[in-house]
Nanobody, 118 residues
Framework: QVQLVESGGGLVQAGGSLRLSCAAS?????????MGWYRQAPGKQRELVAA???????NYADSVKGRFTISRDNTKNTMYLQMNSLKPEDTATYYC???????????WGKGTLVTVSS
């Protein structure tokens, strides 16, 4: 059973930075095809923030390009999201996601709250 645990959320002023971490149980990176970060603001749908496809480059939502950086450390089974120049509209609960294509499986963490004050 894959488990994903996010950490690093908190309260930060606009213009500040945070680094989120997603610790995965076991050596899942060898069986997972896509690792990503999603977020959900109150009253809004969950949206993709950034993702890394195995063997490929990272993809970002237009709203975070140039400000957020996704990365992963296979030796630590951990994925990161470095968030710089934060804006109040970045306020949301951020979720770690891991996808396996065959068989089709989605794993989710429980989320970590990021609040950006103006």
């Amino acid at each position: 059973q894959v488990q994903l645990v996010e950490s690093g959320g908190g309260l930060v002023q606009a213009g500040g930075s945070l680094r989120l971490s997603c610790a995965a149980s076991g050596n899942i990176f060898s069986i997972i095809n896509v690792m990503g970060w999603y977020r959900q603001a109150p009253g809004k749908q969950r949206e993709l923030v950034a993702a890394i496809i195995s063997g490929s480059s990272a993809n970002y939502a237009d709203s975070v390009k140039g400000r957020f950086t996704i990365s992963r450390d296979n030796t630590k089974n951990t994925m990161y999201l470095q968030m710089n120049s934060l804006k109040p509209e970045d306020t949301a609960t951020y979720y770690c996601n891991a996808k396996r294509w065959v068989p089709s499986v989605d794993y989710w963490g429980k989320g970590t709250l990021v609040t950006v004050s103006s």
